[in-house]
């Protein structure tokens, strides 16, 4: 995996790298890049699978995060690549000619975190909000609760509890303390 | 009174004259040279008109004031007047024909062309084997000449190769010359007799004819022959291909007579091989001149072969087939010839350019048609007694060769055809006029033609005007064509009730008036959905008629030669109707090949069957008629090809699904059951007598294997029509299977099954025909849904199909019924099983085609459109009457079915009241439509009762699992819809009977194109097959 | 009344059915539902008695609470002894259950079902989302009150209930027929416009008649 | 025997043949249901069902063929029942059977399932022709073994007539076809499983594929008739095989006995066994039912079956 990655900071300019387990890594390239790594990746290095592709709205930073997770099957390997997008006007190149199946991702993406992928087939279509009109409901600074409010008609009296503390009053109130299984090992 | 000897001399002497004329200017030489070849005819008018009418003797014709054998002398006698009359007509026709090249070119070819008609007016009249040798040289070299008028290096070679052979032959011929006379002291064929040739002399004689016979161009050693008929100018090829055979033809029938049998019976032998293996290679031919030229030597062969073998019959009938084969060669070929150089195309697929002028296209269709044999041509009546001379003397092989040969023929004679009239071609180019010359001698011999075969039908076999009534309506509605469509649909139909009310005194049983329904009546109704025609519709009423007519001449035909007359005229005019088609090209060909292979079976049944004993209709007079068991298989087979049985059915699909939509009624419901008519007629005398092989046993085999194999494949069609074709197949197959039972009670089954298939099936296809004219389509999975719009069409089709399915109450049931207890009775048990199984698949796709068609969703596009014209609507509900009449008071058919099956047999069933009773069973088919009303009106009320406020709604408002529709075309559920049928069925649903003829056609062509290798095109390997094809006749004859 | 009146009447009685396109208006029926009333008393019990013994359920799970329909329709706990019996079908089903949370695009489908089954029809909600909106009651997503779109005869508490407490549901909707007291059929048609109006509201992209037959 | 009498016995036949028909659902039903392990609904949930659908108030409709698809359905189920002689001797249970003989009985079965097939293929459903599709397929495939059999009784009876058929069976239970001619009485039997689409053959309705097939469409009223029907009809078809196979009845009390063991065949079998796809479906009826029809009729008629 260091080879991989050594050969990674090679070809690319790699701002970040990250190791969560034996089998997930993450590293983070430059947006302009990410095509040739990722084509090197699946054509050189066995991850032939993409496994998703997601964002992640850094709202603070004003930046997407996107994450192309790749899977090696021969090596049993994820590998995440990150590249970071501008949260205004976000726009990304389409990699449905690497895998046919990411028109369908990006056409996500562009539902719900309205992110574009100006070449990708269908992408303008509506993936699972059919007729949406506001904010893409994904971005942070979108509130459901509101938008909630404003549209589902919420029902007057609908109080929330925490199940631990509301369960504890509720039904254990008689109970001293909740029982504790104790094991010999412990 | 001009003596013939004056041919001779003016034509020597003009030929000398000519070049003199010709400095006068070129239109004197040419006002001599027509004028010499005019005189020649009219001498020959003259004398055939005394000798023939007059009964003047034999002229005889001494030269030099000497009696033969010193003298040379000449002999006119009928046969030769005859010939000569043809020949200088072709000669001058051809003549006229090349008019513009005499004009033009050098004075020369007049000359020569006037030396080559001296040659065969010569050949023809001298009786001197000497003077035959200078003529045949004469004929030779003028052909020769001729030949490479036509300047390219083509030609050239060609022509040399013809003149290396001619020269090869003559010396033979020559040395033939010499032994007769070493041997015989004498040349003149009046004193030659063959009793007085030792076995040396016959040496002799071998040599003289074999030459001659190399000369006409048998089989293999005619290489020579065939680049000149491709090569050359097509006016001289049609004098070359005509007359000089002709000529040399002629010198072959002098020189017969000295010829012992077994070197007859071989030459015979090898003219129908030449016949048989010419055709064959013809099939594979697409260069028009090549292909006519193979139909020439193959023509030639079949001429020699009916001199050779027709020379114990009697005098007219041998008039007749070599007169008649002659013509009939003569008209057609130098006819073809001709328009081969109007069209000035090579490739047959070029043709197509001939649609630009009708009058020619005309002309060529008669041709082609004379060319194979059918009626009403010369060469039909010719083949119809050939063959009977043939079985007659139990020369099986020759006879199969002849009609193997004849198929041959016309199979690429008729892919010619089509092909002419059908090609797909985007970009016709318009054909130059012919000139006025070319155009005249064609037309000439096509009228001929037709003066001929009325000739021979009302002089040789004085034919009642009602036989000729096909041809007539033929010619009467081209008369009127110019009319609008519809009057001539109704003056049709007044023709028919006519031909009706004239014909009906004439059917003297109850067999031949319930079929009179079906062809007459069921014709009648089904003319009215073609009221419907907006366009001109030309020659359309005419074939129409045509066809009706010969299915009501059918009925009251006496003879053999009056029933295969009718039988010919409606296999001809159907073909004609299946053309008008639009893609029709491929369908009406197989369609023809077929008929005629079964047309030819049957006319070699009728040779085998014994002579009729009384004169009422031949249906009646069968019944004692004994045929014998080879005749009842080649006349079973034959109309089983007409009725579409297994093995041979693969016509019939594509002929109803490519005929236009009102002509496939008249196919499905009426033509298929002319085959079932000539079965039962085979059936009659079958009954009659007994026979010792069980032929019906597996005749209902095949029928019952039809009916299944036909519903199978109707299940499997997308297109409404083809499936309606495998449906008539399969029903058709009922038919037959119970008439094969050859009980009283199969008979009654069978021919109810006919009439209610006749009545539902052209509903159907009415049906059909008019929902076609509405959209456009025939391919079932883009309609649906039409019920809301056509809901007349809608009832027509429901009601017939539960007409075919057999359920009750309907008049299906009946036909299932009786089917069912017939079988069982009879102990076909099996067979009964198959049946049901057939009938189970039957609702495959009668269910397909309603509801493909009616049911589901409605397209876009079919929102909009109006129910079918009244002119469809009407006639189907005329069927749809009568069906419900005949389920209603089934009494009114089983009745009469019953009294005729009871002429052949003894009744099987009782009809007690209105319940027909059986030895098994009994059905009440009145009681069963009332229960079923009243079974129906309870449910109906209930319903009324409980369904509460209903709502109508519209196609989309379908649950489509919480989704709304998106299109109606992919929710309609039609395209392959039995696919899990298939799938189950797996390797049986290949087509193999389809594959199998595939292969035979292939066979045939790879054998044509094998056998054609023979020709390397080389001059020299051409002499050798000729030295090596004299060598083997040769061994063969065992001269010693 | 003259003819032209009464056709007058019936096109008010016709909808709209904007947002279908052109070609497709006449493929879909664009008739008003109605109400139809009860029978005489005595035989409208018999027919309550006998449709309450007798619900046909919609095998159609909308949400995460349709889990708990599959234990209570095999052996564990036998739905068919109480007469119920799922139907694949909205044209012949009688019983919608509603299988808790439902989404814009589920609840499109829903009312899609739900117009499709004949009457009297009656609706189970089930689980805390149909009721408020239950864990989701801030999504963008989902509805908070299904009552808003169709009309719910019974509710089922809970996140999920368990089947014993949908047949307690069940039982409840019993009684409640045999009362007479389920007539969200007609309820539906009275206020139809309200109905339409909330449906219409979330669901933007409605390309469907404005009643679905 | 005037027509209103005998109009007013078919009236009480068909009566009891539909309530006998609809009780045997609800014990299969409830078998089923034991079988699973479970309670199951009453036996009388059937009658409860019809009331049910028949007390709709609304229905909806899709022409007019939609609307004859049910009646067509259950004017074939009450044809059959009708032309079928039911108890032998009876004339209560005579029915109309002196209109025709077994072959009207055998294809007026197919007046009502071609009727139903055009109703329900106006409802404009694709499940529905795929239904039909798969049913006029199998019922081609299965009508052939029950045809060879029927030919084999046919045969063997030397009659089509049903009462005569019933009369030759008399005496004896031995005589019975079920003893005389034990091969056609298979196939028969064989080919029952597919006519009463329990599974394996179960490939029409098949809920879990094509959500109820043909009368996917059909709603209120229209399905409560389809529900009648089905009670009649599968009397109907049981009476039929008991006349053929099993010796028929002499009275009522007969004649549910017989059927009700007819009957539990196919509940036992469609209770044991998943579901054929079609196409097994169709390969099944056209192999072993087939030859055993085949070989059926080979013993009766060739090889002296009837002594």
Known sequence: MEQLIKKIKGMVHLRAYGKQRDDLHFVTVDKAQLEMILAHLKNYEGFTHLAFLQAVDLLEEGKFRLIYMLYNYSTNVNLGVNVLIDRDNAEM??????????????????????????????????????????????????????????????????????PAEYMKEKIYKNYPAAPVIRRDNE | MVSPIYILVLSLAAGFMLSIFDKGGRRLSLTAFYGVLTFNLAVMVDWLYRLAFLHAPTLVINTAGFKAPISINLELGITEAFVLLLTNLTGLLAAVYLFKKFKESRVSSLILYLLLI??????????????????????????????????????????????????????FFLLGVVFVYYFTGSLNLGFLRAGQFTDAGMIALFMLAVSVFIELKPFPANGWALDVYQSVDSGIVSVIAVVNSAAIGFVFYKIMPLLPGNFLTVFGIAGVITFFFSNMMGLKQDNAKRLLGYSSIGQMGLLLASLVFTANSPANIRYLIIGGLFINHLISKAGLFWLAGIVKEEKIKDWTILRNNKPLLVLFGLFIFALSGLPPFAGFWAKW????????????????????GSLFELIFLFRWFTNTVKEANSELEPMDPPGKGKAFSAISFGLLAVITSFGIMRFFYEFNWIQVLPILAVLVITLIDSLPSKVKGFLSLAALAGYGYYIYPLLESNLQLFFGVIFIVGSAVNLISTLNRKEQSKGFYGFLLMMIFS?????????????????????????????????????????????????????????????????SALILAIENVNLPLISIIALAIGFMIKSGSLGVHIWLPEAHAEAESDVSSFISAILLKAGVFGLLMVAISYISHSPNFDVFYWIGWIGVLTALVGAFMASFQEDAKRLLAYSSMSQVGYVVAALALITHLGWVTSLYLAFNHMMFKSALFIAIAGIYYRTHTRTMYKMGGLISRMPWTFMTVLMSIIAVSGVPPLSGFGGKWLTYTAFITKGWYLQAGVLFFASGI????????????????????????????????????????????????????????????????????????LTVISDLGYWNGNLVMYVTMAVFAVPFILLMLVKGRTQRVKQFNIVYAAERPESPQTTHVAHNMYAHYRKALGRLTLPRIQTFWNGVAEWAHTFGGFFRRVYTGNGQTYVLHIIMYIVVIYIVMGVR | MSNKHIDEIENQMKLANESLPEKECSLFADDRPTTVGAFNKYYEGFLNWARSRSLWMLAFGTGCGATELRPLMTSRYDMSRYGIAPRPTPRQASVFVVGGYASIKTIKRIIRSYEQMQGPKYVIALGSCTINGGMYYDSYNTINRLDYYIPVDVYIAGCMPRPEALIAGFNRLKEKIRAGECEGMNEYVEKFDWYKKNQKQIIKDWNMPDYNW | MSIWTQVLYAAISVTVATVYGLTLGGIVRKIYARVHGRFGPPVWQPFLDIIQTSSRRVSVSHGNMFLLGPVFRLAGGLGTYLFIPVIFGSALFGNFSMAGDLLLVMYFVFFGQLGMALGAGQGGHPYSPLGIARGLAQMSAFEVPFTLAVIAVAIQYNSLNITSIVAAQQGSFLNWTLFTNPLAVIAAMISMLGMNMHSPFSIVLAPQEIPIGPPIEMNSGFLSILQTNRGLFAAAKLVLFMNLFFGGATNLLEMIAKTFFIYMFSVFVGAAYPRFRPEQSFRFFLKWPTVVGVLSIIYIAYLGGVS
């Open chain 2, 118 to 171: 001296m040659g065969v007016n010569g050949l023809v009249m001298t009786q001197d084997l000497f003077n035959m040798f200078v003529f045949l040289e004469i004929l030779s070299i003028s052909t020769f000449a001729l030949t490479v008028l036509t300047k390219n290096s083509k030609t050239l070679s060609a022509g040399f190769k013809y003149m290396i052979a001619g020269g090869v032959a003559s010396t």
């Open chain 1, 93 to 162: 190149n389409s990699i449905h000619k690497l895998w046919a199946h990411g028109w369908q991702y990006q056409r996500e993406l562009h539902e719900l975190f309205g992110i574009d992928f100006p070449d990708s087939p269908r992408v303008h279509e509506s993936f699972v909000l059919e007729g949406w009109e506001e904010m893409p409901p994904m971005r942070r600074d979108f509130d459901t609760l509101e938008y909630s409010n404003r549209t589902f008609y919420q029902r007057p009296g609908r109080s929330t509890n925490d």
């Open chain 2, 385 to 404: 007694e050939f063959v009977k001379v043939l079985v007659d003397a139990k020369m099986f092989f020759v006879l199969v060769s002849v009609l193997v």
């Open chain 2, 842 to 913: 039957s609702f495959l796709y009668l269910y397909r085609l309603i509801h493909t068609i009616f049911l589901g969703q409605l397209k876009y596009e079919h929102q909009n459109i109006k129910e079918a014209p009244a002119w469809f609507i009407i006639p189907q509900y005329i069927f749809l009457g009568g069906i419900m009449a005949i389920s209603m008071f089934p009494n009114l058919i089983i009745e009469p079915l019953n009294s005729i099956a009871m002429r052949y047999f003894s009744s099987s069933i009782q009809i007690n009241g």
């Open chain 2, 551 to 615: 299915f009501g001449n059918l009925l009251i035909a006496s003879t053999y030669l009056e029933f295969f007359l009718s039988w010919e005229f409606m296999t001809i005019s159907s073909f004609l109707l299946i053309l008008r088609g639009q893609k029709a090209q491929r369908a009406s060909l197989m369609y023809m090949i077929f008929s005629t292979a079964g047309a030819y079976l049957i006319m070699a049944g009728f040779s085998f069957a014994p002579a009729l004993t009384s004169s």
